[in-house]
């Protein structure tokens, strides 16, 4: 479970930073995200969809203890961010779309060397990778250099070492962004499976098909703001729009003009 209380980032400018900002800017620090709240589930998918610089990222990566919150707090399976941070990285797995992964090392080296981050005997480390090889059809390409890989591939390792060592909680930002289909598909079908397992699912999407498909529960958010914080069932049953995307962009607007 993720339970987030009273959530705000505020980032501090450099001078240049205040100056690309424009002459219409005061002051010199950023609200990314402005004392929100909402509670993931086990056993539920929890979709935060917003435009671009809402700040869904910052959201995450705070859940994933790579940012600290400014106030508010953030628990993950009853582990505090700040105060354990240990805890919340054994029981999290982190995926983006634009991860870093080393292009000198193997698909399986990068694996086995997350497994073994996370202390994970062989035994289990290689019952997990062989189920995750399966599931990913990665047994073709696992001793390649990965810097010699397609994209889809690449995407597919981050998976693969994301989930290695069986977390609890599972944060996909953004996860399909550029991704051919098959590969998309790939990685909707790990969230549906994260769901079956009873696993704590949150991910942001700009694809509104996976929205759809995916979310139990759905939290808009746009200038730091939450818009919208509910179930998906809730979410359709107050629409004023006809379509979903309609409804998120009347939300928007709605919110921007108060």
Aim: charged fraction near 25%.
């Amino acid at each position: 479970m993720i339970s987030i209380q009273n959530l705000s980032k505020v980032f501090s400018l450099s001078k240049k930073q205040i100056k690309e900002m424009g002459s219409d800017f005061k002051g010199n620090q950023v609200s990314a995200v402005d004392n929100i709240s909402f509670d993931c589930q086990d056993g539920r998918i929890f979709g935060l969809i917003g435009p671009n610089g809402a700040g869904k990222t910052t959201t995450l990566r705070m859940i994933a203890t790579m940012l600290q919150p400014s106030s508010g707090t953030i628990s993950v399976n009853n582990y505090d961010v700040v105060i354990d941070p240990i805890n919340v990285r054994k029981s999290l797995g982190f995926l983006s779309g634009n991860t870093g992964i080393y292009d000198r090392l193997t698909c399986e080296e990068m694996v086995k060397y997350y497994a073994d981050l996370h202390g994970m005997s062989r035994e289990k480390y290689e019952e997990s990778k062989n189920k995750l090889f399966d599931l990913l059809d990665m047994h073709s390409f696992s001793n390649r250099r990965i810097g010699k890989l397609s994209t889809g591939m690449k995407q597919k390792v981050n998976i693969a070492r994301t989930m290695i060592h069986e977390p609890d909680v599972v944060v996909f930002d953004e996860p399909t962004s550029g991704l051919d289909v098959m590969t998309s598909q790939s990685i909707i079908k790990m969230i549906r499976d994260c769901k079956d397992m009873g696993k704590t699912v949150i991910f942001s999407s700009h694809r509104f098909g996976e929205i759809r498909s995916l979310c139990d529960d759905l939290a808009i958010i746009h200038s730091g703001r939450l818009f919208f914080n509910g179930t998906y069932e809730n979410f359709e049953s107050q629409m004023k729009a006809d379509t979903l995307e309609d409804e998120f962009i009347r939300l928007i607007k709605q919110g921007s003009d108060e």
